[in-house]
């Protein structure tokens, strides 16, 4: 009831949207404020803990029972794919809206949520003048949201994705556009929560590798990788570099963001359906209608050699580069005022914000969303931050407190994003910003010789 009143008020809002020098406050307010549609229900929320499955998630292998023989021995890899079992598609179709797939993909099977809620929608309206703010605001606002104007749409993921890779991805989510600034976020789907994901995705299908594939000519696969000008828009990691290299044009572009929703082709051989290759690298539309990646003009048999120099040819995992370097603690004084303008002002606030006037919401990572519960953490005011956060006891906790290494949660927290973009996953702290490119190291620096210097105002 309160809720839905609170949605009522957006509009409100909207009527009276300020253009005074306020307007940003008032204006994030809005937007980090939020409970979505789906989390209206805080009643059907109990069910989402991941609880843990003893139960081998995958079954044997589907892979081809085929020979392999002359050239298919040159293969570095045989493509294993395992059999997802269990899990329900309509309780998958529930855990969708619960854990709000749909504030950031299209064709989710939900609808959108409304954009005052779209993680990407809003950012495409500003791009687009569509958003009710002055011009000098909307001038302003394009340059930060650039990187954030598109997320892929879940459209035909049953043609596309493997069930097993969406098993693994939707516990522990990587990056997989080199060119797009987002990620999938870490939610708090264990095992449990995956498979009901995952029949729902796929529609219970499982891929299988067509014997032709492995037949047919990788060489002859590389240069029309080559010649049809694929590296315009795809990286493809751990092989011989493409002759042309992805590289961001014009802002606001449909070609940026085809760029920024090219996967790294590294992945299609861990991901991608080998059995729906062929027609994908044919024309793209007929199996995704609404995809940004162009006919190729390839013939089915140089997209099946295509497909199987993507899926077979020996690539090495290209290797990370050193962790960033944790700082020394700074010398000079470092005030609040600092810290949020480098840190809590710039990322945190868009999630953890002030229980606004007219919402009397804070966004997801204080009211609740993506299904987590309300944490009540705000980070919007120095009075704020040392309030804390509520447990899972239900009782407030400072979000200095040391975790078990010493380090306080809140420096954990953005320590921890930094691990998982390396692929680390802390069990004690979530990474933070949740789904965003980690803080630099200066940027943690600061934070934590604020916080080592007693926490000034
Ligand atoms: C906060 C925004 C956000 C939410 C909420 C979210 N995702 Fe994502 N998701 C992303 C982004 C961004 C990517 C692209 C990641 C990349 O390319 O590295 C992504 C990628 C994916 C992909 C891979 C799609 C592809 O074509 O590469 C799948 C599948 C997916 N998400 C499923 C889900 C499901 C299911 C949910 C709900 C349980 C969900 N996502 C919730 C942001 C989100
Ligand atoms: C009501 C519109 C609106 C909604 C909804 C919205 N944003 Fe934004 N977002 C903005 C505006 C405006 C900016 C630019 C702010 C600025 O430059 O001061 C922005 C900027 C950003 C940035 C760049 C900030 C930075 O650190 O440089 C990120 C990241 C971002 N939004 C993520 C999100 C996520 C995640 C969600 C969903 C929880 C979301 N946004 C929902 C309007 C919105
Ligand atoms: C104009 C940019 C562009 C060009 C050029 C392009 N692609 Fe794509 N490609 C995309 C986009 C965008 C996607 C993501 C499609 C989606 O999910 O809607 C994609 C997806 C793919 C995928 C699926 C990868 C995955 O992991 O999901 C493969 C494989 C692929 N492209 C291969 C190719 C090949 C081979 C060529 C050259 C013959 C090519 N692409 C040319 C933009 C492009
Ligand atoms: C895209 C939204 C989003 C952004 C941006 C974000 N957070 Fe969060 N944050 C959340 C959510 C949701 C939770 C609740 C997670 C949970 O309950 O596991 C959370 C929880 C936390 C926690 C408690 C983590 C734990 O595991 O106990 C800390 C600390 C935190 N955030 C700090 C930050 C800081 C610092 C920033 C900015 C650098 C930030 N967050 C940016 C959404 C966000």
Same mark, same amino acid.
């Given at each position: 009831?309160?809720?839905?009143?609170? %949605?009522?008020?957006?509009?409100?809002?909207?009527?009276?949207?300020?253009?005074?020098?306020?307007?940003?406050?008032?204006?994030?307010?809005?937007? &980090?404020?939020?409970?979505?549609?789906?989390?209206?229900?805080?009643?059907?929320?109990?069910?989402?803990?991941?609880?843990?499955?003893?139960?081998?998630?995958?079954?044997?292998?589907?892979?081809?029972?085929? *020979?392999?023989? #002359?050239?298919?021995?040159?293969?570095?890899?045989?493509?294993?794919? %395992?059999?997802?079992?269990?899990?329900?598609?309509?309780?998958? =179709?529930?855990?969708?809206?619960?854990?709000?797939?749909?504030?950031?993909?299209?064709?989710?099977?939900?609808?959108? =949520?409304?954009?005052? =809620?779209?993680?990407?929608?809003?950012?495409?309206?500003?791009?687009?003048?569509?958003?009710?703010?002055?011009?000098?605001?909307?001038?302003?606002?394009?340059?930060?949201?650039?990187?954030?104007?598109?997320?892929?749409?879940?459209?035909?993921?049953?043609?596309?994705?493997?069930?097993?890779?969406?098993?693994?991805?939707?516990?522990?989510?990587?990056?997989?556009? +080199?060119?797009?600034?987002?990620? =999938?976020?870490?939610?708090?789907?264990?095992?449990?929560?995956?498979?009901? /994901?995952?029949?729902?995705?796929?529609?219970?299908?499982?891929?299988?590798?067509?014997?032709?594939?492995?037949?047919?000519?990788?060489?002859?696969?590389?240069?029309?990788?080559?010649?049809?000008?694929?590296?315009?828009?795809?990286?493809?990691?751990?092989?011989?570099?493409?002759? &042309? $290299?992805?590289?961001?044009?014009?802002?606001?572009?449909?070609?940026?963001?085809?760029?920024?929703?090219?996967?790294?082709?590294?992945?299609?051989?861990?991901?991608? $359906?080998?059995?729906?290759?062929? *027609?994908?690298?044919?024309?793209?539309?007929?199996?995704?209608?609404?995809?940004?990646?162009?006919? &190729?003009?390839?013939?089915?048999?140089?997209?099946?050699?295509?497909?199987?120099? /993507?899926?077979?040819?020996?690539?090495?995992?290209?290797?990370?580069?050193?962790?960033?370097?944790?700082?020394?603690?700074?010398?000079?004084?470092?005030?609040?005022? @600092?810290?949020?303008?480098?840190?809590?002002?710039?990322?945190?606030?868009?999630?953890?914000?002030?229980?606004?006037?007219?919402?009397? @919401?804070?966004?997801?990572?204080?009211?609740?969303?993506?299904?987590?519960? *309300?944490?009540? /953490?705000?980070?919007?005011?120095?009075?704020?931050?040392?309030?804390?956060?509520?447990? @899972?006891? #239900?009782?407030?906790?400072?979000?200095?407190?040391? /975790?078990?290494?010493?380090?306080?949660?809140?420096?954990?927290?953005?320590?921890?994003?930094?691990?998982? @973009?390396?692929?680390?996953?802390?069990?004690?702290?979530?990474?933070?910003?949740?789904?965003?490119?980690?803080?630099?190291?200066?940027?943690?620096?600061?934070?934590?010789?604020?916080?080592?210097?007693?926490? +000034?105002?």
């Amino acid at each position: 009831m309160v809720l839905l009143r609170a %949605k009522r008020k957006e509009c409100d809002w909207q009527r009276g949207f300020s253009r005074s020098a306020g307007l940003c406050l008032a204006f994030f307010s809005l937007w &980090t404020g939020g409970l979505g549609l789906a989390g209206c229900d805080e009643s059907q929320k109990t069910g989402t803990s991941p609880t843990p499955s003893s139960s081998a998630s995958t079954g044997g292998p589907a892979s081809p029972s085929g *020979a392999r023989g #002359g050239e298919v021995q040159q293969h570095s890899e045989v493509l294993t794919i %395992k059999h997802v079992t269990g899990g329900d598609a309509t309780r998958g =179709m529930a855990l969708a809206l619960e854990y709000q797939c749909n504030r950031c993909h299209d064709d989710s099977g939900h609808t959108p =949520m409304a954009r005052d =809620m779209h993680c990407v929608h809003c950012h495409q309206d500003i791009l687009a003048d569509k958003f009710p703010a002055s011009r000098e605001a909307l001038t302003r606002w394009k340059k930060t949201v650039e990187p954030f104007q598109v997320v892929p749409s879940l459209q035909a993921a049953a043609e596309r994705l493997r069930g097993d890779w969406l098993f693994d991805f939707l516990q522990k989510p990587h990056d997989l556009r +080199p060119k797009l600034q987002p990620t =999938m976020p870490r939610l708090k789907i264990g095992p449990a929560e995956a498979k009901h /994901l995952v029949q729902y995705l796929t529609h219970g299908e499982t891929a299988t590798v067509p014997e032709a594939l492995l037949r047919a000519d990788q060489k002859q696969g590389r240069q029309l990788l080559e010649t049809r000008g694929c590296g315009s828009c795809h990286s493809f990691s751990g092989v011989a570099p493409l002759a &042309t $290299r992805p590289k961001l044009e014009a802002p606001g572009s449909t070609i940026n963001r085809a760029i920024m929703l090219a996967p790294d082709l590294a992945f299609a051989r861990q991901r991608f $359906r080998p059995d729906k290759l062929v *027609a994908w690298l044919v024309d793209p539309s007929r199996v995704k209608p609404t995809t940004l990646m162009p006919a &190729t003009g390839l013939s089915p048999a140089e997209a099946a050699s295509v497909a199987a120099y /993507l899926l077979f040819t020996p690539r090495t995992e290209p290797k990370l580069g050193p962790a960033p370097p944790r700082l020394p603690i700074l010398e000079r004084p470092v005030s609040y005022a @600092e810290v949020d303008a480098k840190v809590f002002h710039l990322t945190c606030r868009h999630c953890h914000s002030n229980a606004d006037i007219q919402l009397g @919401e804070g966004g997801p990572g204080n009211t609740g969303g993506f299904g987590f519960p *309300a944490k009540g /953490l705000n980070l919007s005011s120095h009075a704020a931050i040392n309030s804390g956060y509520k447990g @899972e006891d #239900g009782e407030r906790h400072s979000v200095f407190a040391p /975790l078990s290494d010493g380090t306080p949660r809140l420096v954990a927290a953005v320590l921890a994003r930094q691990a998982e @973009e390396r692929g680390e996953v802390n069990p004690e702290v979530r990474g933070m910003p949740l789904g965003l490119p980690s803080l630099s190291s200066e940027q943690v620096q600061v934070l934590e010789s604020w916080i080592a210097q007693g926490r +000034p105002r």
